[in-house]
């Protein structure tokens, strides 16, 4: 099964800031998704976007999606303390119907 | 949006011990379920597929008789760890899609064999 890898595994930055996160992934896609997860908690979907389509925005995120160079990039824009969390990136298993790969993540310290 | 709730959310028990974790989705019904393990500051890996009305879908490596899923339900997922040791410890999620390709998990359960 396909594993993504995001870099940097960790981001300290502080408020106001822009957060940017990579995502890398292997085989072919109709979609990909990022999740957020604060510590000892479960996934929030935080946007996906699809195999045709190059860059999306909701509210300060923007995710971009290079389908040639198997790659996704999230965009946390002005960043603020709340923001601190774990960002993981997510493609389809084609194996079992709608589950996830997950990457391996990237953790986001946003300082006051 | 669509809820899913585990219970419990910690436990701890001892070697040798079952201990089973419920997923429900509060206010959708899922036909299909997915059980996720996530070892400390690690990536989340699909343990199996739950489906309703048959038999679950173990990833390779996977203990199917180690790891019971059983999907009685379109709202109830359950996963009973058996016989369980220490290096089972780990967080235990769920995870559910309401029709979409987004899924939608439950706050996780934090399992803890001593």
């Known amino acids: 099964s396909q594993q993504g890898e995001e870099d940097p595994q960790a981001l300290s930055i502080q408020e106001g800031e822009n957060a940017t996160m990579n995502c890398s992934y292997k085989t072919s896609i109709n979609n990909l998704q990022w999740y957020r997860q604060n510590s000892g908690r479960g996934l929030v979907h935080l946007i996906l976007?699809?195999?045709?389509?190059r860059e999306k925005h909701s509210g300060r995120l923007r995710v971009t999606l290079d389908t040639s160079k198997k790659s996704s990039s999230l965009l946390i824009t002005a960043s603020r303390a709340a923001d601190t969390a774990s960002y993981f990136c997510?493609?389809?298993?084609?194996?079992?119907?709608?589950?996830?790969?997950f990457g391996k993540g990237t953790s986001l310290l946003v300082t006051p | 949006g669509a809820v899913v709730s585990q219970h419990p959310s910690r436990v701890i028990c001892k070697s040798g011990t079952s201990v089973k974790i419920e997923c429900r989705s509060l206010d959708f019904q899922a036909t299909t379920m997915f059980w996720y393990r996530q070892f400390p500051k690690q990536s989340l890996m699909l343990m199996a597929t739950s489906n309703e009305g048959s038999k679950a879908t173990y990833e390779q490596g996977v203990e199917k008789d180690k790891f019971l899923i059983n999907h009685a339900s379109l709202t109830l997922s359950t996963l009973t760890v058996t016989s369980a040791h220490p290096e089972d410890s780990s967080f235990y999620i769920c995870?559910?899609?309401?029709?979409?390709?987004?899924?939608?998990f439950g706050p996780g359960t934090r399992l803890t064999v001593t």
């Open positions: 976007i699809r195999s045709n389509e």
């Open positions: 995870s559910a899609n309401a029709g979409g390709y987004e899924q939608y």
């Open positions: 997510a493609t389809p298993n084609s194996n079992s119907g709608y589950a996830l790969n």
